[in-house]
């Protein structure tokens, strides 16, 4: 009968140490992706703010390129 419990007891323990892998996994993955928004936002931010400025010193080409890598990013955001 001990052994019984021993390998219920042992599968048990599989299944929650599975269990805490995946929730780990999720969390790992939530935190990068939060990170990779915040990282692209901020990058959004200041290239709009360049831009700005670009527009105001009338830099035609500076303000094309920027423009450019906006898109770029807009598109890696998924917006």
């Known amino acids: 009968m001990s052994k019984k419990n021993s390998y219920t ?3 048990k323990k599989t299944v929650m140490d599975r ?3 995946n929730i780990n996994y999720m969390q790992n993955l939530f935190i990068e ?3 990779n928004e915040v990282l692209l936002s901020h990058s959004l931010d200041k290239i709009s703010r360049q831009i700005d ?3 105001d010193s009338k830099d035609q080409a500076l303000f094309h ?3 450019t890598e906006k898109t770029a990013l807009l598109k890696r955001l998924g917006t």
Request: no cysteine.
């Open 53 to 55: 400025s670009a527009l």
């Open 9 to 11: 007891d042992l599968m």
């Open 65 to 67: 390129q920027l423009s």
């Open 19 to 21: 269990q805490k892998h």
């Open 33 to 35: 992706m939060l990170l």
